[in-house]
């Protein structure tokens, strides 16, 4: 089955810094790869996701970069800020029916001002 | 509308305690998640419903009872939990139990087992 590993586990930037998190996945059926933020107390909400067809997909300060070759995906925040603080997950699944969506392990990141 | 709610928030129980957790979503969606969550950890898939039909299992206590009574409500029925049991548990709703779907994950209840 589906595998996804997430690092790093913690990460601290300054405000206005970037922020990079990186996944690896294991099954190379699986072509769609949803980033989810959940601040302390809320529910997960996805952020942004990107689909096997493309290689990168941006949204304002938020991009997500996918190499299927090597398996790997990474979310890139620029300029943060302290709302961006949060825990992220990353997660995979495959376009078929009856497939789950496996997460990683996730990251809490912290933006300092 | 595009959100899933869930009943209730918070919810403290015993051991002997019978309790029930609900969950709603009018985005005409057919396939319905619960998960449990622990903090700072992802969220661990417990039941899948897809097309009010149980469809995933992961073997998941008899403890957790779901239920879908119809496409729009889902269900968590508890009984004699045990403290471990203690988490968020989240409920999500996509168009159909496909990979490619976004889920929509309602706020969660919060549960503490006593």
């Known amino acids: 089955g589906e595998n996804v590993e997430q690092h790093p586990s913690t990460l601290s930037v300054q405000e206005g810094d970037s922020a990079v998190i990186k996944c690896t996945y294991s099954d190379s059926a699986s072509n769609y790869f949803p980033w989810y933020k959940q601040e302390l107390g809320k529910r997960p909400q996805l952020i942004i996701d990107?689909?096997?067809?493309?290689g990168e997909k941006k949204d304002q300060r938020i991009a997500v970069t996918l190499n299927k070759t090597a398996k790997h995906f990474s979310l890139h925040i620029t300029e943060t800020q302290p709302e961006d603080s949060a825990v992220y997950f990353c997660a995979a699944s495959a376009n078929q029916a009856g497939t789950a969506l496996i997460f990683g392990k996730g990251t809490t990141l912290s933006v300092s001002s | 509308d595009t959100e899933v709610t869930q009943t209730p928030k918070h919810l403290v129980m015993g051991m002997t305690n019978k309790k029930s957790l609900k969950c709603e979503q009018h985005?005409?969606?057919?396939?319905m998640y619960w998960y449990k969550q622990k903090a700072k950890k992802p969220p661990e898939l417990m039941f899948v419903y897809s097309y009010e039909k149980l469809s995933i299992n992961e073997s998941v206590p008899s403890r957790f009872s779901p239920e879908c009574p119809n496409s729009s409500l889902l269900n968590l029925h508890l009984h004699a939990l045990q403290p471990e049991d203690s988490a968020l548990y989240l409920c999500a709703s996509s168009p159909t139990w496909q990979g490619r779907y976004e889920q929509y994950f309602g706020p969660g209840t919060r549960l503490t087992v006593t």
């Open positions: 985005m005409g969606h057919r396939a």
């Open positions: 990107i689909r096997s067809n493309v």
